[in-house]
Antibody, heavy 118, light 110 residues
Framework: QELLVESGGGLVKPGGSLRLSCVASGFTLGDYYMKWIRQAPGKGLEWVSYISGSGNRIYYADSVKGRFTISRDNTKNSLYLQMNSLRAEDTAVYYC???????????WGQGTLVTVSS | QSVLTQPPSVSAAPGQKVTISCSGSTSNIGNNYISWYQHLPGTAPKLVIYDNDNRPSGIPDRFSGSKSGTSATLGITGLQTGDEADYYCGTWDSSLSAWVFGGGTKLTVL
């Protein structure tokens, strides 16, 4: 069974940091581009970041550029999102997703909630 | 303001057909593949269409996708109450070097 499991969410104060992890099982993570996507309360889906299978191509949404860093460790079948200088508007459920073909994401984690509040 | 434009809501009766539009530009829909997602509150989004008009395994043929120029459409026939969800289109934007989603469309099956 192909699974993605996120962890690392929680409550953090504005300006703080969190590191999200996404562990894959049942498939080889390194064979796929991966995305982080979030959904703020009452809002739609928002793409956050994108990383190629080898990690040499990385893209960020303007809203997180310079604050968030995506990375991966294919030896651990894991994807990460380091989030620094967090703001209230970063409050959201964060999903990792597998890009299986031309951007179509066929596998998603269950999501991890990040709450930025004082 | 989303780069891709979807209607906020659509509705239809059980058994009927509904279409959801997604409008963009040459830098996104016009030159890249589009995918569609079904999202129920509290669950992970589910891919229902990829590469403009292909269904992943397990998605019934009641779901269809099409693309023409800078617009795309998701169609759902034989509506069921279980189809009630938010639907999002998504594609790569070559000018922005960013993945973009539509604002989402809430489907109500009356």
């Amino acid at each position: 069974q192909e699974l993605l499991v996120e962890s690392g969410g929680g409550l953090v104060k504005p300006g703080g940091s969190l590191r999200l992890s996404c562990v894959a099982s049942g498939f080889t993570l390194g064979d796929y581009y991966m995305k982080w996507i979030r959904q703020a309360p009452g809002k739609g889906l928002e793409w956050v970041s994108y990383i190629s299978g080898s990690g040499n191509r990385i893209y960020y949404a303007d809203s997180v550029k310079g604050r968030f860093t995506i990375s991966r460790d294919n030896t651990k079948n894991s994807l990460y999102l380091q989030m620094n200088s967090l703001r209230a508007e970063d409050t959201a459920v964060y999903y990792c997703a597998r890009d299986f073909r031309n951007g179509g994401c066929d596998a998603w984690g269950q999501g991890t909630l990040v709450t930025v509040s004082s | 303001q989303s780069v891709l434009t979807q209607p906020p809501s659509v509705s239809a009766a059980p058994g009927q057909k509904v279409t959801i539009s997604c409008s963009g530009s040459t830098s996104n829909i016009g030159n890249n593949y589009i995918s569609w997602y079904q999202h129920l509150p509290g669950t992970a989004p589910k891919l229902v269409i990829y590469d403009n008009d292909n269904r992943p395994s397990g998605i019934p043929d009641r779901f269809s996708g099409s693309k023409s120029g800078t617009s795309a459409t998701l169609g759902i026939t034989g509506l069921q109450t279980g189809d009630e969800a938010d639907y999002y289109c998504g594609t790569w934007d070559s000018s922005l070097s960013a993945w973009v989603f539509g604002g989402g469309t809430k489907l109500t099956v009356l």
